[in-house]
């Protein structure tokens, strides 16, 4: 089992399981199934919401003892947070297949984490290049920038 804090500074624990599972489906109308042969690895990785959802429903047993509410919940849910309870539910989420499917997603969430991690150090390079900052001077200071936003409007 998997542990992360919310920004609210409670500890949850996420178990992956047959129960939870069947709740994620009966809930969400998520399948968490699909992480061996669908893109379930990814939209988790990349949409927050959706994200929470789930971790909630995991959660629900530990939440209805806390009396934490979904509202509750997600109020907690940002930041590092957001990131830790992505890696906590996709590795418990790889870890419930047996030997032979766990290999292979592990591998997947492997080359997901690297190519996300790829992603931003591409963007971090990108917005740290000086000819960005050369366009955007240029684009401020060029005659056509000023002349159109000092045009008087046509009555």
């Not at 939870?20 to 809930?27: L, P, S």
């Not at 309870?85 to 690297?114: M, N, Y």
Request: net charge negative; proline share 5%.
């Amino acid at each position: 089992m998997k542990t992360f804090k919310d920004n609210a500074g409670r500890t949850w624990t996420v178990c992956v399981n047959v129960d939870a599972i069947k709740r994620v489906r009966t809930e969400l109308d998520v399948n968490l199934m699909e992480a061996v042969e669908g893109d379930l690895l990814e939209r988790l990785s990349t949409d927050p919401v959706l994200l929470c959802d789930v971790i909630y429903v995991v959660c629900r047993p530990e939440a209805d003892a806390q009396q934490i509410s979904d509202e509750d919940f997600g109020r907690a849910m940002a930041g590092d947070a957001i990131e830790h309870a992505t890696t906590a539910i996709l590795e418990e989420l790889v870890d419930f297949f047996p030997r032979g499917k766990r290999r292979v997603l592990h591998k997947a969430l492997a080359k997901l984490q690297a190519v996300e991690a790829k992603a931003v150090e591409y963007a971090q390079a990108r917005l740290e290049d000086p000819e960005l900052d050369r366009r955007i001077e240029a684009a401020l200071s060029s005659p056509t920038s000023r002349s159109s936003s000092s045009q008087p409007s046509p009555e």
